[in-house]
């Protein structure tokens, strides 16, 4: 089954030809109708305004059905771990639940956020994985407890439409937030950042690191297609020279099963990005998935200056999962 979960089964070409695929749909030069008669679920287990609205738009202008479902919401809770005994809260298995899925609608799109318990469970994404295994139509992956690939791909299209194919200096730093926020994103953009052949920096404060294997798999990425990867634990270092900042939160793994754990005060002024640390750029772009608290993780003069491309990048979103439903679809 040929399913969407992360970037990381995709070749360089593959996601360049995604990419040009979106870039058509962008420009209104593809044909609509790919999804003409079928229907697409799209399965939110957790809040969203970008991926349910640009989901739900890609399948409608595509000429499909979208059908949203929300477990334990308007649809019956759902469990997936295997042999358990339900006596408890949830009332449906995703054996089930999947399979009957798969039976009406031609791929299913799924949300589902790590629960930050068990750090050890939760980076193999394990709900992410049954939808996979069930499945017997295309899953694609809108943002799990360790990739969000439709993010990464919108923030690649966004990249290129300022540059090109030109390789840059990307940096990807962490920013202080209020709570503990799972790493799909950081995680997503560091790959395809790699992917692309692009320098990445990632700067974080000491022992925010992202996943070792993760890590690993980046900087093979990296060398594969003549970029570079460099981690610095300096908050202002990675500015320097940068043509690419992208910004955003995330916990650690020792944060995981402590629900009271929260970033260290100090943090938030060291660490938010502003007019300052934008000026140490190349004139870099600004990006950021959103949702984005203003003067938290960026200042309100980063995030409405002129090489803030954030609204672009949501945009893309829309344009990038219509790449995608059509190749999974075809
Ligand atoms: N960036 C993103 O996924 O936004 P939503 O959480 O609003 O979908």
């Given at each position: 089954m040929n399913h969407f979960l992360s970037t990381a089964e995709l070749s360089r070409d593959d996601l360049g030809s995604l990419l040009r695929s979106a870039a058509q749909y962008k420009a209104g030069r593809r044909q609509t109708g790919e999804l003409a008669g079928r229907s697409v679920a799209l399965v939110f287990l957790n809040p969203s305004l970008r991926t349910r609205a640009s989901m739900q738009i890609a399948v409608y202008e595509l000429g499909g059905n979208p059908v949203l479902i929300e477990p334990g919401a308007t649809s019956w809770s759902i469990e997936y771990r295997e042999n358990v005994v339900m006596d408890s809260d949830k009332t449906e298995h995703l054996a089930e639940f999947v399979r009957v899925l798969s039976r009406y609608v031609s791929a299913i799109g799924v949300r589902t956020f790590a629960e930050m318990k068990n750090w050890e469970l939760e980076r193999t994404d394990p709900v992410l994985s049954a939808f996979a295994r069930y499945a017997t139509v295309p899953v694609i992956n809108l943002e799990s407890a360790m990739h969000h690939p439709c993010q990464s791909l919108a923030d690649m299209l966004t990249i290129r439409e300022r540059y090109g194919e030109e390789r840059k200096r990307v940096l990807l730093t962490w920013a202080w937030h209020p709570k503990a926020l799972p790493m799909a994103v950081p995680n997503s953009f560091a790959l395809a950042a790699a992917q692309c052949g692009h320098d990445l920096v990632i700067a974080h404060p000491d022992g925010y690191g992202l996943d070792p294997e993760l890590m690993h798999a980046i900087g093979t990425h990296a060398e594969l297609n003549g970029g570079s990867v460099e981690v610095v634990n300096?908050?202002?270092?990675?500015?320097?020279?940068?043509d690419v900042v992208y910004a955003k939160s995330w916990a650690p793994p020792p944060f995981y099963g402590r629900p009271d754990a929260v970033h260290s005060a100090e943090q938030r002024d060291k660490w938010i990005v502003n007019a300052d640390k934008m000026a140490l750029t190349a004139n870099g772009v600004f990006l950021h998935c959103l949702p984005v608290r203003r003067n938290v993780i960026a200042t309100d003069e980063v995030l409405d200056s002129p090489n803030s491309l954030i609204i672009d990048e949501a945009e893309n979103r829309l344009h990038v999962q219509k790449a995608i439903l059509a190749s999974l679809v075809k």
């Open positions: 300096d908050p202002e270092k990675g500015f320097e020279g940068a």
